[in-house]
């Protein structure tokens, strides 16, 4: 079992910035990646980042890329999501996941762009 500590939400105006983080605990030497999913009211959860520990591979949906950056801290066993340039349409409670044989859900953390 992994167990996924998330912080870091809030409300942002839009062209604001945020930092998750997301800190594992638990089995984590079984962790292949990690990585940021989101669901905003009335969608489904969709994939936002993702970071692969082994070959330090990072994947980003079309929606984020060139605003967001994944990256690990692996002194404080942590990886953040910074969120630059948000938009409204950002809005969404994110979820960090960690990928060790299953799939592990964070509680969740909010996000909410204003315009």
């Known amino acids: 079992q992994v167990q996924l500590q998330e912080s870091g939400g809030g409300l942002v105006q839009a062209g604001g910035s945020l930092r998750l983080s997301c800190t594992p605990s638990?089995?984590?030497?079984?962790?292949?990646?990690m990585g940021w999913y989101r669901q905003a009211p009335g969608k489904e959860r969709e994939f936002v980042a993702l970071f692969g520990l082994s070959g330090l591979i990072t994947t980003y949906a079309d929606s984020v890329k060139g605003r967001f950056t994944i990256s690990r801290d692996s002194a404080k066993n942590t990886v953040y999501l910074q969120m630059n340039s948000l938009k409204p349409e950002d809005t969404a409670i994110y979820y960090c996941m960690a990928r060790a044989g299953s799939d592990y859900w964070g509680q969740g953390t909010q996000v909410t762009v204003s315009s």
């Open positions: 638990g089995r984590t030497f079984s962790t292949r990646a």
